[in-house]
DNA sequence: CGAATTCTTGACTTCAGGGTACAGAACCTT
DNA sequence: AAGGTTCTGTACCCTGAAGTCAAGAATTCG
């Protein structure tokens, strides 16, 4: 039929996440783009349609990957604390490159003003709230957790602290610190 | 001796302030400041050197506003945990526009590869850590907020709440939500 | 094999970002 | 009033960002 891709876009994809969380959107060139992605300006633009819309497709892959991380964590027997421990830690991204959470920074570098942002941003931190609040209420219903407790307002919560912790991340703060603080908002769950 | 200046420096700071607020720092350009500032190219780059320069001196401004806000929230009398709220509902900029907090921004946007950004977050966040220390100690010795918690650990937790909370902001959270959220971070304190 | 189709390469184009240069204006001193 | 000095306005410059395009390569079908 006809000559075939050479690379396998849904790879091309995962670098893409890369190179966009390592320097953001505005910053990354199309240069960085054929550098690290290793294809050509034209089969970029061909295959991805333009940056931004490269940058939508990684921004929904990096989501599923943290999704399925933190259902994984979440998901399976075992006391909640502990989980919501590790889905935590994870999600902060505190072992990591401290590069922080991609859709944390694209968020506080596009806003509200890019719909695309807008509306993955939103989407994942329901997902992370909704999926810390389910938690949570198995918690309580098993006696583990604090009882009494609005499960939606503590889910949000540790929502908010999360996301902090990957911007303490990316500020620099040692790893060290960043667990403490996650076991600190812990303690009152 | 010589012609004066037609305009204020440090007005002109302020305004530089809302600009890079309201684009971030890559997403600005100079005819953004010039138009915004209301001062021509030759007197901009005369005066502020560089567009990062201009861009230091606005993150000082900002930092020094929020750091006035907040020592004027928490150093009166009255109970801490009201004081604490008032302070993290500033921080947070829960009423304003949403733009979350500049520093923040700067934080997911530049990181720690630019050093001005690195030094002013650090001293930011350092600064609001302490502050929070300061009145959660105070509130455990007057027996208003629970004893036994690590004062540190429990103002770094806020504080992961209040940039938390900027960024939900900025994601376009309704401000109702954000006082929720805070006061939920604040029920066990 | 040739044709049709789709991918790849990379030179090329356009345009804006960030900054400089310079002519002229405004002020102070004498 | 003249001169020295510093500010202002604007035209200009250079680089790099973002994207396009045409020519050629790889593949399958007939």
Redesign the interface.
């Known amino acids: 039929m006809a000559r075939p891709m050479t690379f396998d876009a849904e790879e091309t994809i995962e670098r893409a996440v890369e190179v966009f969380w390592q320097r ?1 959107f ?2 990354t060139t199309p240069q960085n783009l054929v550098d690290e992605l290793g294809i050509g300006k034209g089969s970029l633009y061909n295959t991805f349609r333009s940056k931004h819309h490269l940058f939508q497709l990684a921004m929904r892959r990096y989501c599923a990957h943290r999704a399925a991380e933190l259902a994984e964590a979440l998901d399976g027997p075992g006391a909640e604390r502990p989980k919501l421990r590790t889905a935590m830690r994870n999600l902060a991204g505190v072992g990591e490159h ?3 959470c991609l859709i ?2 694209s ?6 003003s890019d719909e695309a942002v ?1 509306d993955v ?2 989407e994942m ?1 329901d997902l992370v709230q909704d999926a810390f609040r389910a938690s949570i209420e198995r918690g309580q219903a098993r006696g583990e957790l604090i009882p009494g ?2 499960p939606v ?2 889910a ?2 540790l ?7 990957n ?2 991340a ?4 040692p790893a060290s ?1 960043l667990t ?2 996650l ?3 812990l ?2 769950i």
Do not use: H, M, P, W
């Open positions: 953001g505005g910053a401290q590069l922080g944390v920074n968020v506080a570098e596009l806003g509200s807008a941003s939103k931190f407790r609005d307002d503590a949000s919560a929502l908010a602290v999360v996301i902090g912790t911007v303490l990316k500020a620099g703060r610190q403490r603080l076991d600190a908002a303690i009152d």
